[in-house]
Structures are given as structure tokens and as C-alpha cells.
């Protein structure tokens, strides 16, 4: 009668389990989110490594068949046995044998086998995976196949002016900005051209500056804010900031040699690289934004 018993427990939930697996364990396939797993349960007869059950072959039938349309799901087998189903060397030999009749099935319809990450006998260690009894006689005679679902693909955001403030956020989705502008550009800047990764006056530099010069010797009511800018390409964040704020104070230094008032310049300010002009795909591009930018207010 005690070897008697446990076959009775294991064909009793042996015939459950199939009425559990086939409606139940394609609903969770199906539901179950990305980045996620699903467990299939596999029963088996006591003692017995083969699946002789139609309707066992139809839950792995449908799992292929899953597998077939989502290519991006991997999967494991794992081999259990019930703890009077023999010695422990029975019991590991039981389990992993479980586990490969599982395997070969699966890879005798196709499958390939790189999509199989581990299959592995358990012997009569207890899984993780589904409800048990406090018997955990619901974990006896089975197989498990634990589906990984691939993580979802990234978000798709639309950036069509490519300054990396996504469109649904962006007030000049077509005109490259920055974030603090809520990513429209500066509209009323004069810009001052520097050479890149230099801080020094080169002739269109000169060029500029003279034009500022005259602007603000005709517009007596003119102040000036004086803004330093590099590109990313140029060096570090530190090199950037630093290069941007000698850019910024060399414009105030020839300002102030060609007797603009020290009182009309009202700001001077470095941005080091934080607020690029274009998406600096040409050499001209990367070029443009080594700058000062000059903005004229009236009081």
C-alpha cells in the first residue's frame, strides 16, 4: 500500500494537471508581458521518463507552435521527480531524462537549439515556479518548460530637427534647440566665429566684432550679455566650459579696448557645450559652434 500511494498521487494530479495545462498554459503564454517568464507544466506517469498522453503532446505542441511565431523567445527544461520515485541516483537519473525526452521533442519539430538556454534535472528539489500543497506533491512526475520573453523594443522617438529634445516636447520641432529654450534656438543672437578648440581672435572673428563694435557705437541705449559656447567635439566638459568662458572674456576685452563702456556689458557667461546650434555632423557644423553669441538689449 505505501508504494501504492504515491503512484495514486502522482495519476491523480497527473490527470489535473493535464486539464490545468492545455486551456491554462496557453492563456499565460499569450499574456504573459515582455521582459517576462512563463512556466509550462509537463506531466508525466510515475516512474516514467516518456510521454505516452495525447493531451501532454498537444500543451508542448502549442508551445512550438508559439515558438514558431516568436522568434525571440528562449526557453528552458527542467526534470522533477517525486521523492519515492527511487533512490537518489534514480531520482537525478529520472529527472534530467525528463527533462531531454522534453528537449528532443521539441528540437524533433524544428526548434533550434540555440533557443535552448539549460535543461537540467531537479531530481525531488522543489520549484519555485507554480502553487503547490504543503505536501508539494503538485511538483511530482512532471517537466517544466520556463519560456524567456525578449525585452520590447525601444520606444521610437521622433526627433526630426535632431537636437535630442523629442518632438512631443519640442515648441520648434523643426528648428534645432536646446532644452532651457524648450528646444528652440536663439532667434536674436549675433554670432562671434572662433577657430575650433581656440580662443584667440582669427580674421572673421576681427570681422564680427567690429560689426558689434558699430552697432552698439550707433545705438548708445544698446547693453550687451556676452555668451562663451564649444562643441562636444572639442574636448572634455571641463576643456569646454573653460575654452567657452576665454571666448567670452576675450570679446569683452577687445569690447572694452574699443571704448565700449564696462556698464553696457551686463552679463558674461560660459556654456560650455550645453547648447549647440546643429546636430554637428560636418566638420562646418562642428565648426560653427566654437562661438560667442552676442544679445542686444535695450534698457
Known sequence: MKKIFPFLICFLLLSQAILYAVPHALKKIYQKPYSDTGIIIIPFDYKQSALYLPHTFDVIDSVVNFLFKHEGITLSVYGYTHFDEGNDSIQKYLALNRALFVRDYILGRGINEKRLLLVKGMSSVRSVNSDVDKEGHSRNCRAELILRYPPPPPPVIYDRDEDGIPDSTDACAGEFGYAANAGCP???????????????????????????????????????????????TEGTNIFCNDIAAERAAMVKRYLLSRNIANK????????????????????LQILLNARVQLFFKTN
Do not use: Q
Open 264 to 283: 553696457r556689458i551686463i552679463a558674461v557667461e560660459s556654456f560650455g557645450n550645453t547648447r549647440p546650434i546643429n546636430a554637428g555632423k560636418t566638420a
Open 186 to 232: 536663439d532667434t536674436n543672437a549675433m554670432m562671434i566665429p572662433f577657430e575650433n578648440e581656440a580662443a584667440w581672435l582669427a580674421n572673421k572673428t576681427y570681422c564680427a566684432l567690429d560689426s558689434a563694435v558699430s552697432i552698439l557705437k550707433n545705438h548708445p541705449e544698446y547693453t550687451i550679455k556676452i555668451e562663451g559656447h564649444a562643441h562636444r
